[in-house]
C-alpha cells in the first residue's frame, strides 16, 4: 500500500533533518516517485545518478520510511 505524498515528505524531511545536521529538503517529485516503489515493493532498487545528484540524501530518505533491515552498496 503506497504512503501519502505528504507522509513520505514528512518521512524524508525528518531524515534530512536529524542525520545530516542539515535543514530538511523536501523531496521533489522523482524522489516521492522513488519512495513510493520503495515501500511498495520488495525489488531491488537501483539508482543511478550523477555525482551530486543526491544518491546519499535519497538513501537517508529511503532509510527514514523503514523500520525493515535493508542494505545498500
Do not use: C, W
Not at 522523482?30 to 551530486?52: C, M, P, V, Y
Amino acid at each position: 500500500m503506497a504512503s501519502s505524498k505528504r507522509e513520505l515528505q514528512e518521512d524524508a524531511a525528518k531524515s534530512n533533518s536529524t542525520s545530516n545536521g542539515k535543514d530538511a529538503v523536501k523531496p521533489n517529485d522523482e524522489q516521492i516517485a522513488i519512495l513510493d516503489h520503495f515501500k511498495s515493493t520488495d525489488d531491488n532498487l537501483l539508482i543511478n545518478a550523477l555525482a551530486g545528484g543526491g544518491k546519499t540524501t535519497m538513501l537517508e530518505m529511503i532509510m527514514a520510511t523503514t523500520r525493515e533491515p535493508t542494505l545498500y552498496l
